[in-house]
């Protein structure tokens, strides 16, 4: 089974931007892949933010954006808010099957 | 507007089953499919499988190939998880989300079924 990566943490000032990255161990990660992003606080369901690599979700914060960087899919947070901090997780396809990073606890700070 | 109301909190044995329901509202449930996905404590999702709307397909992950099955009931718009042989470590919430018919294979979700497995 293929194993998707993201980075474990990573921190943001209140107002900055990140890139959250989700890679795959079959090599590059392409919008055949069809990669998810979701965000989940704690106690709460999972929330999805983005789907196959860049549509958003009328829900989504503008902020939010989705794309494919270096190899890899990527969501990116320009702006970050305090209510921004949470566990992000990509989802990659492999044909029928769909496999779950093992997430990034993001920290506003 | 869209609800995926999830069954109660089950403690089970270790060798027993459990079935987790999910009921869908605001919406025609025979045009979505659903996901099942879970979560250990402190752990991160795992994909578990999905029931497909346009084929009535079912494909489940390499890990749960023979202890799972994916139903829906279009009569109470009802979907199904059925997990067997319990184990310690399938204690996890399990998550319903929905997926639509070559759109968004996860929009909506439902809050989660915390399901033990103690002897």
């Known amino acids: 089974q293929p194993v998707v990566t993201q980075e474990p943490s990573l921190t943001v000032s209140p107002g900055g931007t990140v890139t959250l990255t989700c890679g795959s161990s079959?090599?590059?990660?392409?919008?055949?892949?069809?990669p998810y992003w979701f965000q989940q606080k704690p106690g709460q369901a999972p929330r999805t933010l983005i789907f196959?690599?860049?549509n958003k979700l009328s829900w989504t914060p503008a902020r939010f954006s989705g794309s494919l960087l270096g190899g890899k899919a990527a969501l990116t947070l320009s702006g970050a808010q305090p209510e921004d901090e949470a566990e992000y997780y990509c989802?990659?396809?492999?044909?029928?099957?769909?496999?779950f990073g093992g997430g990034t606890k993001l920290t506003v700070l | 507007q869209v609800h995926l109301v999830q069954s109660g909190t089950e403690v089970k044995k270790p060798g027993a089953s459990v079935k987790v329901s999910c009921k869908a509202s605001g919406y025609s449930f025979p045009s979505y499919g659903f996901n099942w996905v879970r979560q250990a404590p402190g752990q991160g999702l795992e994909w578990m499988g999905r029931f497909s709307a346009y084929n009535g397909h079912t494909n489940y992950a390499q890990n749960f190939q023979d202890r799972v099955t994916m139903t829906t009931d279009t009569s109470t718009s009802t979907a199904y998880m059925e997990l067997r042989s319990l184990r310690s470590d399938d204690t996890a919430v399990y998550y319903c989300?929905?997926?639509?018919?070559?759109?968004?294979?996860?929009?909506?979700w439902g809050r989660g079924t915390l399901v033990t497995v103690s002897s």
């Open positions: 079959t090599g590059a990660v392409t919008s055949a892949h069809y």
């Open positions: 989300a929905r997926e639509s018919n070559g759109g968004i294979d996860f929009d909506f």
């Open positions: 196959d690599t860049n």
């Open positions: 989802l990659v396809s492999y044909g029928d099957a769909r496999v």
